[in-house]
């Protein structure tokens, strides 16, 4: 129904910069948050930032002031710029949809997509 393709993973220097995309596809009416977890192994997924239909953000501490999440509501595309790459963000990256309304449908439902591997290494 929904599909959720990442992309702008990598390795990456430690101080260096990446931009994460992540495109929702399907018969979307509206999504109403969208944003980007993190998971490495051995740990629960985490939220790294999220952003409503209305422009309103969280940021998970660690990195605020480095990372910036945007969005284009009319392509359903979310991005996530990161500045200031530490080791400690090397991670499997998700996009996330949430409370997305599909058309023909009332109940909103919830995506992931498949993940993007980031590491920060020199």
């Known amino acids: 129904q929904v599909q959720l393709v990442e992309s702008g993973g990598g390795l990456v220097q430690p101080g260096g910069s990446l931009r994460l995309s992540c495109a929702a596809s399907?018969?979307?009416?509206?999504?109403?948050?969208m944003g980007w977890y993190r998971q490495t192994p051995g740990k629960q997924r985490e939220l790294v930032a999220r952003?409503?239909?209305?422009?309103?953000?969280n940021y998970a501490d660690s990195v605020k002031d480095r990372f910036t999440i945007s969005r284009d509501i009319a392509s359903n595309t979310v991005y996530l710029h990161m500045n200031s790459l530490k080791p400690e963000d090397t991670a499997v990256y998700y996009c996330n949809a949430n409370q997305v309304f599909l058309y023909g449908s009332s109940a909103s439902k919830n995506y992931w997509g498949q993940g993007t591997q980031v590491t920060v290494s020199s």
């Open positions: 399907g018969r979307i009416f509206s999504t109403n948050v």
């Open positions: 952003i409503t239909s209305t422009g309103n953000t």
